[in-house]
Nanobody
Framework: QVQLVESGGGLVQAGGSLRLSCAASGRTFNNYGMGWFRQAPGKEREFAATISWTGTITSYADSVRGRFTISRDNAKNTVYLQMNSLKPEDTAVYYC????????????????WGQGTQVTVSS
């Protein structure tokens, strides 16, 4: 079991940037794939980005590719989501999650979830 705590959400203007952090504790962080998901009001939770155990492989949803960057620092047990060129459509609660798979785009393959952090993009 891994405990995950997100931080860094807030209110930003369209076109701005925000960096989310996810701090992990519990089982060794190094052997988990990590992902970011987001859920807008009235919508299903959707995949945003994932990163493999060592950071070698990343994968992004089409809606965020080229604007968002996922990274990890295993020494700090932390995963990040750098969000640039933000749009009002990016407004959502963002969740960090861990999986024993190398990486995954699929919600059901994640075992642990954080509490979420709100990101609001205004125009």
């Amino acid at each position: 079991q891994v405990q995950l705590v997100e931080s860094g959400g807030g209110l930003v203007q369209a076109g701005g940037s925000l960096r989310l952090s996810c701090a992990a504790s519990g089982r060794t962080f190094n052997n988990y794939g990590m992902g970011w998901f987001r859920q807008a009001p009235g919508k299903e939770r959707e995949f945003a980005a994932t990163i493999s155990w060592t950071g070698t492989i990343t994968s992004y949803a089409d809606s965020v590719r080229g604007r968002f960057t996922i990274s990890r620092d295993n020494a700090k047990n932390t995963v990040y989501l750098q969000m640039n060129s933000l749009k009002p459509e990016d407004t959502a609660v963002y969740y960090c999650a861990s999986t024993t798979r190398r990486y995954s785009r699929l919600r059901h393959e994640y075992e642990s979830w954080g509490q979420g952090t709100q990101v609001t993009v205004s125009s």
